[in-house]
């Protein structure tokens, strides 16, 4: 009993290591990081997860690759604990000026006064949507959500800087 409560351990520990800073980020930048996330998000799910992304993908700089990958994960999990979707996609854009990732599920929506962030029943939900929209607003990006009993859109934009890789 012993060996396998230490065996779990270990393997959680390497989950966390995983999601504080996921190494194909550093390896094979957004694309690969989110290809790679949400290919394991679907395999432990069971959600039909799509990914599309562009296939000559510039590296954008350090910070606005980690926080874009970060909205990625926080959407995919709340499309998993809360939307009870059957379906995720993940699209990733580059214009010249921006970056744009797109989330969507076909789950049964976000309640009002989460997004709005008013006090209500749901105290303490969409701290993750306040956390993403001030990481965001740190690179001068801006999170918009769009959201019906139908399903959820989420949208991350954020500026190129210059001097990206």
């Known amino acids: 009993d012993g060996l396998a409560l230490l065996e779990n351990c270990a393997h959680e520990i390497r989950t966390l290591a995983y999601v504080l800073h996921p190494p194909g980020l550093d390896e094979t930048g957004l694309a690969g990081a989110i290809r790679l996330y949400a290919a394991g998000f679907g395999e432990r799910t069971g959600i039909a997860t799509r990914v599309e992304l562009p296939g000559d993908l510039d590296r954008l700089e350090e910070t606005a690759e980690l926080v874009l990958f970060r909205v990625v994960q926080e959407c995919l999990g709340n499309i998993h ?33 989460i997004l709005d962030g008013k006090p209500g029943p749901h105290v303490g939900l969409g701290v993750g949507i306040r956390g993403m929209r001030e990481r965001l607003r740190q690179l001068g990006g801006r999170l918009t959500i769009d959201s019906s009993p139908h399903g959820t859109t989420v949208r991350a934009i954020v500026p190129r800087q210059s001097g990206q890789a």
């Open 81 to 113: 604990r809360h939307a009870h979707s059957p379906t995720a996609s993940v699209r990733l854009r580059q214009e010249a000026a921006v970056v744009e990732l797109e989330i969507r599920d076909e789950g049964g929506g976000i309640p009002a006064q």
